[in-house]
């Protein structure tokens, strides 16, 4: 192991020039603005920010992205996320970023700008469209200041260019030109800031081990990560090849799934276990992984495939993820069978919280019942008499804040493209749809059928964010209707009575006024709650009556 002082500028240097990379097992960059702002401000403060942990491996690895012909043998084990954060401030491309255009992207929305004017925190700021195109040079982008090298002639004088013209701007009262620039200055010099690098020279499975005892500024190293590190160990190319692409896949599809997710799928479908430490060693061996995985992706598009037609076009409504699975697991293992009693358990496990738990022991729990099957009819009734209750929905259910239930806002979405509901702008097309066909990634929107500023100080917040309030539409007309009186706004775009029945709404215009609000939400919660207990008995047709919606809770096996 070896220590080394590094300039700031160095640690950017050497990720723009490949002489350091990033490991295929390595996740992607996840902090946000805010953090790459205080790594800036730390910098400014002269606070330390970590060590960087570099790992010499004494030949090349597989990397995240496909190699050149530099092929270096450092890579940095713990601190990509700084590194990254800093070649953003410089505004300079590290190689481990794939896409130029994704990078272009990042800086507009990491865009970490300079307050010269002010004289008290914070200093440095996330620029927003306000802020971009304000006049002058107030809020200066910190990549104008760290490409400047503080040992130039000609870069010193552009810094005292700058300083003059904020003073002609009226800028910085009370501090003469010399100061301004001192204050410029100061920030440059971040760029010399030393940070300590670590290097070991370990082999990659005790890198592994190390990067599973380490946190990154708050970024919590995963069990999934350290697994998904084994298996690139073992199977050199594969996480970059294989499974990072299909991610990609999946978010073109309208699915942003978390890595771990899929991963622990793909434990799921060849292990029938979600628990990492409890699967052999030899399943992470080509010969096990590679078919595993196979079978993963088919489950999934298969999945995805299977869900389009009840109109999960994304996964913004869904009220959990973890069942996805599980439901996964079903489809792996029995392909030919109704995907309806699927979709029933999918809903069941998401309104009683299954997975909110030790989703863990869950997730096994049931994943050992569909192995245990001999079709999805008897794996669907075995894993839903582990819910404890299976009562029907009420009324009650629908007079919640819609904030407070993901799963209510769920199937009121579901009930809506059930019934074809058409959204509320002139167009009147139907949702969930985009010039005739599905629409890529539909994220619904929840608008108030009463809109909030049309009852406020005339009944309590909790009645006005009420489910029974709520209609599902699209983004466009959702900023256009506003805060308009439910009677000027339902005219005014022409929300016709059919549009209003396909979201069980009454379409008798005499109901839409402020005193009849009550009795409206008693009216709509009561025909959502009959509509969502005919849907989810619909789908739960093929199972045994004991397991009806509205049937008393069956007895949960132990």
Not at 254 to 283: C, M, S, W, Y
């Amino acid at each position: 192991m070896s220590v080394e002082p590094v300039k700031i500028w160095e640690v950017v240097q050497r990720a723009v020039s490949h002489s350091w990379s990033v490991p295929e097992f390595q996740r992607g960059f996840v902090w946000k603005a805010v953090q790459v702002r205080d790594l800036a401000e730390s910098l400014w403060l002269d606070y330390p920010i970590g060590t960087l942990l570099v790992w010499s491996s004494g030949s090349p690895q597989e990397e995240r992205i496909a190699q050149d012909a530099m092929a270096p043998s450092l890579w940095i084990v713990d601190g990509q996320q700084r590194a990254t954060a800093l070649s953003i401030l410089f505004g300079r491309k590290p190689y481990w970023w794939e896409s130029a255009e994704q990078w272009n992207k990042t800086l507009v929305r990491y865009d970490i700008r300079f307050d010269i004017d002010t004289k008290e925190p914070p200093f440095f700021i996330v620029a927003n469209a306000a802020i971009r195109r304000a006049h002058g040079n107030r809020y200066i982008p910190l990549s104008d200041l760290l490409v400047l090298d503080p040992n130039n002639d000609a870069d010193q004088e552009r810094l005292m260019k700058l300083a003059r013209k904020i003073k002609e701007q009226d800028l910085c009262h009370g501090m003469d030109v010399m100061e301004v620039y001192a204050r410029l200055d100061r920030v440059r010099k971040i760029r010399d800031r030393d940070v300590v690098t670590v290097t070991v020279y370990h082999e990659l499975e005790d890198v592994v081990e190390i990067f599973a005892r380490l946190n990154s500024r708050g970024t919590r190293v995963t069990e999934a990560d350290i697994y998904l590190g084994i298996v690139a160990s073992e199977n050199p190319g594969w996480v970059r090849d294989q499974f990072l692409p299909f991610v990609r896949v999946l978010e073109e599809n309208g699915f942003h799934i978390d890595p771990n997710l899929l991963f622990r799928t793909l434990t799921a479908i060849g292990k029938g276990k979600v628990r990492f430490q409890e699967i052999p060693k030899a399943f992470w061996q080509p010969d096990q992984i590679v078919p595993a995985w196979s079978r993963c992706k088919q489950a999934w598009e298969s999945m995805l495939h299977r869900l389009r037609p009840f109109g999960i076009l994304s996964d913004d409504p869904l009220p959990t993820k973890a069942a996805l699975i599980t439901l996964a697991a079903l489809l792996d293992r029995f392909p030919g069978d109704p995907f309806e009693p699927a979709l029933f358990w999918f809903l069941q496990a998401s309104r009683f919280g299954r997975y909110s738990g030790a989703s863990t022991t869950s997730l096994d729990e049931d994943l050992k019942e569909v192995l245990a099957a001999h079709s999805l009819r008897e794996a669907v009734t075995a894993i839903l008499r582990r819910i404890q209750s299976q009562h029907p929905m009420t009324p009650d259910d629908f007079l919640r804040e819609y904030g407070d239930s993901r799963f209510g806002r769920f199937i009121l979405y579901l009930l809506a493209y059930q019934r074809q509901a058409q959204d509320w702008d002139a167009a009147g097309q139907r949702l969930g749809f985009e010039k005739g066909d599905f629409a890529a990634d539909f994220r619904p929107q929840w608008h108030h059928v009463f809109p909030r500023k049309f009852l406020e100080g005339k009944y309590d917040e909790s009645q006005i964010d009420a489910l029974a309030n709520i209609a599902v539409i699209g983004p466009a007309i959702n900023i256009r209707i506003s805060s308009q009186n439910p009677m000027n706004y339902l005219d005014r775009y022409k929300v016709t009575d059919s549009k209003l029945q396909q979201q069980l709404i009454d379409p008798n215009r005499e109901n839409f006024k402020v005193e009849y609000f009550p009795r409206f939400l008693e009216e709509r919660a009561q025909a959502i709650a009959d509509a969502a207990n005919g849907f989810m008995d619909g789908l739960r047709a093929d199972l045994p009556q004991e397991l009806s919606t509205t049937s008393q809770p069956a007895p949960a096996s132990v």
